[in-house]
Structure formats: C-alpha cells, structure tokens
C-alpha cells in the first residue's frame, strides 16, 4: 500500500522563477494538504483541496497556487520565487475534510532559491 | 485563535530513562489534538491523537500522551527511552474554526544518548 509520494525530492531554482510540485495521495485518500517548513520551524498550512477545489487556505499570498485531479493528486505551484520560498514543502492526505483521522505525510520536496 | 507552544527546543534524556516532551495548547472550543515525529530528511509520521475520552491516550513506538484540560497541556511520555527515539517532535492543534487545518508547534529536538 503506497503512502504519500511527492516529486520531485530537491529542487534548486533562482529568484523570480516558477515551480510545480507533485503529490500523490495515500490510497483511498481523497485530500490533500500542503504545508511549508522552514528551516528549525514547524510545518505552516498553506492550503488544502477537495473535490478538486480549494477548500481551506492559510496565511500564504496568491503567489502559492494549487490544483488537485479527478485521481486525487495535487499540485503547488509557486510563481516569482523569493529567497524566503526556500523550504521543506510537504503534502499530506487524509479520507475527507474535516475528519478527525491523522494526515498521512510525504516525505517532501527540499526547495532552494538561489 | 488557536496555537501550540512547545517549550522546550531540546530534550536529553539517558537510554532507559524515561521521557517527556511538553506541550501546552490554546484553542476556543473542544481541543483535538496530536503529536507527529519527524526523522531526518523524511515527512512527519503520526504517533497519536487526542479528540475526546481518556485522558490518558496510547499511541505507536510505545508512545502515551497525557491530557490536562486544567492544564491545557497534552505531554507526550514514554517510560522507557531508545536511541532510536531520537527524532524532532511536533505536537499540533486541529483548528476549530478550519476542520481542514492543522497548526503545529514549533518542535522539540530529542535526543537519547546511550
């Protein structure tokens, strides 16, 4: 049973530029979540798809954009990169909005601005 | 709004000790609450989940958390440390206002020495 997968693992890209991350969803999941780490920090919601719309979103400007598919994967998008775009990015799913169940996590995509 | 605080960036304990990570939260409402643990380069894994019911909650590696409403602290324990527990921990808050968001301490390094 495959857990959540996320695309790719690093990636380096220069200030200004755009980025596309990938996640694939625990099995049976239906939601995905995706969250910024910093480093030494913890993990800060950006925003969450359902029914391949944009449910919930947290304190995260215009520039973070997503897109989820009929199978469930999802997207981030980032456009004009900022030094202080560089972090951890994990996605996490889980069976429904607003369950109570625990996100299953990826292991995440390392992001670096030069 | 709702928030968790980990007080302690750091906690050493002995191999065979036992061990707590404290956790205090701050919500509006009824408190579901979770300790997630993160191994280097990897995602978060859940380790357990307090939404209602015994105070006392058992989780995965032999882990236990304890609920204090009074308190307002969920610290997580386990009576016997292994190095092998040696991880970042994270406690987090479900958002009563977002069924769909998480908020997540800012974490406490552990580290067992042998």
């Known amino acids: 049973d495959a857990g959540v997968t996320q695309s790719p693992t690093h990636l380096i890209k220069t200030r200004g530029q755009q980025v596309t991350l990938r996640c694939s969803p625990k099995?049976?999941?239906?939601?995905v979540s995706w969250y910024q780490q910093a480093l030494g920090q913890g993990p800060q919601f950006i925003f969450q798809y359902y029914e391949e719309e944009e449910r919930q979103r947290g304190n995260f400007p215009d520039r973070f954009s997503g897109h989820q598919f009929p199978n469930y994967s999802s997207e981030l998008n980032v456009n004009a990169l900022l030094l202080g775009d560089s972090a951890l990015y994990l996605c996490a799913s889980s069976l429904g909005r607003g369950s109570y169940q625990p996100q299953h996590f990826g292991d995440g995509t390392r992001l670096s601005i030069l | 709004a709702q928030s968790v605080a980990q007080p302690e960036d750091q906690v050493n304990v002995a191999e065979g000790n036992p061990l707590t990570v404290k956790c205090t939260y701050s919500?509006?409402?009824?408190?579901?609450l979770f300790w997630y643990v993160q191994y280097p380069n990897r995602g978060l894994q859940f380790l357990l989940k307090y939404i209602t019911g015994d105070n006392l909650v058992k989780g995965s590696y032999g882990f236990e958390a304890e609920f204090n409403k009074s308190q307002t602290s969920f610290h997580l324990k386990k009576p016997s440390a292994l190095v092998s527990d040696s991880a970042l921990y994270f406690c987090?808050?479900?958002?009563?206002?977002?069924?769909?968001?998480?908020?997540f301490g800012s974490g406490t390094r552990l580290s067992i020495r042998p």
């Open positions: 099995s049976g999941h239906d939601t």
């Open positions: 919500v509006s409402g009824n408190p579901y």
């Open positions: 987090a808050v479900r958002d009563s206002s977002s069924a769909s968001k998480i908020i």
